[in-house]
């Protein structure tokens, strides 16, 4: 069965400054992978997704996020971030076609002026 | 992108009473939508998925007679919790996936229910 692990729940950094939120899966299959920002009281909103090609993902607001199978690794980054960043980011990984979503815990991302 | 939504945004209701959560897609079909869970400071915990036409899949220890799930059409599916108790309150979301938007799910506002 996957697994994801986000392995921060809180990330403080400066305004401006780059930032990296960390997620690993574990899979014995060929996996889909996702980031879901999560805005206080809010739904989520897909930030990226990997299906297949290129390892490097672009998303929305300037974030990016690259696939390294051998890692098994799906870490999201972002240059320079800004005050409204300031959210719960979520990783998630579905095994294939038609299969259900499985979230990692979460990490805060806290964006300081 | 694709747009679901979820009504109502808010529910307060007394101990033993039913409330129903609906879960819209707003411009195209989802055949499988999915209900989850979220308590305070924690992950989405899947509970279901529901399938158009058919019976809804519920994750193991999800009570299916307590949380009654209906996907009557192609654009609507909707969680009832009968008899709520406190310990139900929870921040409900669904999400349902766009055939057309490669495997990806699309989720709704959620619902904050309070039971009292």
């Known amino acids: 069965a996957q697994s994801v692990t986000q392995l921060d729940s809180q990330v403080p950094v400066f305004e401006e400054a780059p930032v990296e939120l960390r997620c690993n899966y574990s899979?014995?299959?060929?996996?889909?992978l996702f980031w879901y920002v999560q805005y206080p009281n809010q739904g989520l909103q897909l930030l990226l997704k990997y299906l297949s090609g290129s390892t490097l993902v672009k998303g929305i607001n300037g974030f990016e996020a690259e696939f390294n199978k051998s890692q098994t690794s799906f870490h999201l980054r972002k240059p320079s971030v800004h005050i409204s960043d300031t959210a719960e980011y979520f990783c998630?990984?579905?095994?294939?076609?038609?299969?259900?979503?499985?979230f990692g815990a979460g990490t805060i991302l806290r964006v300081k002026s | 992108g694709a747009v679901v939504s979820q009504h109502p945004s808010w529910v307060i209701c007394k101990s033993g009473t039913s409330v129903k959560i609906e879960c819209r897609s707003l411009d195209f079909q989802a055949t499988t939508m999915f209900w989850y869970r979220q308590f305070p400071k924690q992950s989405l915990m899947l509970m279901a998925t529901?399938?158009?036409?058919?019976?809804?899949?519920?994750e193991q220890g999800v009570e299916k007679d307590k949380f009654l799930i209906n996907h009557a059409s192609l654009t609507l599916s909707t969680l009832t919790v009968t008899s709520a108790h406190p310990e139900d309150s929870s921040f409900y979301i669904c999400?349902?996936?766009?055939?057309?938007?490669?495997?990806?799910?699309?989720f709704g506002p959620g619902t904050r229910l309070l039971v009292l």
């Open positions: 999400s349902a996936r766009d055939p057309g938007g490669g495997e990806t799910q699309y």
């Open positions: 998630a990984v579905s095994e294939g076609m038609g299969n259900k979503l499985v």
């Open positions: 899979s014995s299959v060929s996996v889909y």
């Open positions: 529901s399938n158009e036409g058919s019976k809804a899949t519920y």
